[in-house]
């Protein structure tokens, strides 16, 4: 089984793209791969009528190794540091991939 973990931010605020991916996601990497944190990838959306501007996805072995990773004391400075980069508070979705294909 894969988790998935979707992260969203609003077209509507501020958002330091340089920051986000020069600091924060190997952050993020870094705190996160010992309680299963698999990969990352990163979306920056262009179309205007898009409610997001951006959107992360974090895959983890299983639904229970996210829930360790933000719970642990560790996570406290991924959190602290979104300060960084925006002022939004994310949306946050999260479940088990039922299907793919690479081609």
Request: hydrophobic content about 45%.
């Amino acid at each position: 089984m894969v988790a998935v973990v979707c992260v969203a931010y609003k077209a509507s605020e501020r958002f330091d793209m340089d920051y986000y991916l020069k600091n924060h996601m190997p952050l993020v990497q870094k705190t996160w791969a010992s309680a299963g944190l698999k990969s990352w990838k990163v979306a920056q959306y262009s179309n205007a009528d898009s409610p997001y501007a951006v959107m992360a996805w974090l895959e983890f072995g299983e639904l229970s190794q996210w829930e360790k990773a933000t719970s642990a004391p560790e996570a406290a400075s991924v959190f602290a540091d979104i300060a960084n980069f925006t002022d939004a508070v994310p949306d946050r979705l999260f479940g088990t991939l039922t299907g793919s294909a690479t081609s």
